[in-house]
């Protein structure tokens, strides 16, 4: 079996959606996201600069090989761009694999391990009445986990709460703002003083089933995380996400030490390499690699092999940037993996993106259920692409109000 040609587009309703389509001589088609959210033509021509011409006349079959010589055939290791090339590649040679076999994605993993996969929403608003009202309306959706953002009085912009009116319904959260990016100030004090208050308000309205997330996103020091992992003990969470930046993994050890809050971190990630000691040390709960960031599927099974063996439990990355490639992917894993813990997913479906990516995967009760069709149960239109074309931009930059360059 041979690879024979293939294309990368780009563009999407209301996200830059990286799609590539592997042709084999044998008519099967696979299909791989290269989506990496504000940077989304570098992968784009990574694939088709590069990757493409490499591909034609392998056999797809060997996707084991072919992941090893993009890797270590680039030379220069990992990073997202590369990594998001490779993982749009490996999605659609997994893709083809299962549908030559006639099979969805999750036999060849090893089977289902479950029925439907745990999902959360985003609820979030510019102050907690939006909010409550926001955490109301995915309630009212059938979700049984939500992700909790509020505006913090007194923060000039938002504090990583998209103020989205409540119950906007299915949208996308654009945080694009065009190529040069806004500027967002941050204020830790603020945020160490309300959020942990804001937090048990709607634990204390909404009681102690539905489960609370809430996602930090990098803006706290080691110590303050560990402050503020304390402050929230007694919310509950499900996970605190991304209480501190993670490159440096040992900042995790001083917050494992003095709280027991759960800990989620890994979407910024794109190896085995930027989360080993997280999980061999224990210092995580959850590990949140998207596949496509990744290196897709090869790639990310290894990391929830390895998880797997620390107690810790996958919570892919889902951002509404995601493509319902990816999302296809993440959910033919999350229905295979023994330490699976829940899964991010914003998009109900919508009109633009069902006819660009027809599926029957759905979403009841909220739980996920995934396509039982051969290879991801997702297709491309491409007719529909022809539609969308690649629009430059940035999410913000966050500052202090000092001005220093601090972590969006
Ligand atoms: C967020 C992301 O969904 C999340 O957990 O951290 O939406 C993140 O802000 C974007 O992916 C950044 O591009
Ligand atoms: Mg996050």
Redesign the pocket.
Known sequence: MKITGGQVYLGGPGKNYVTLRLETDQGIVGLGDGTL??RESLTAAYLSDYILPMLIGMDPRRSEDIWQFLYRGAYFRRGPIAMAAFGAVDIALWDIKAKLAGLPLYELFGGRSRDGCLVYA?ATGADIGELMDSVAYWQECGYRAV?VQCGVPGMPTAG?AVPEAAGAGPHY?T?FSGIRPAVEIWDTDRYMRFMPDALARVRDRFGPELKLLH?V?HRLTPREAAVFAKSVEPVNLYWL??PTPAEDQDALRLLRHHSTVPVAIG??FNSIWDCNRLIEEELIDFI?VAVTYAGGITHVKRIVDLAGLHHVRTGF??????SPISMAAQAHLNVWAPNFGIQ?Y?VLGTPACDALFPSDHRLDDGLFHVSDAPGLGVDFDVAEAARYEYVAGS?PVVRLEDGTMWN?
């Open positions: 959210n504000n985003h992700r990583y959260i945080d996602d996103h996400e991304d979407e910024v949140r990355h889902g951002a509404p940037s995601h991010e914003l999410h969006y």
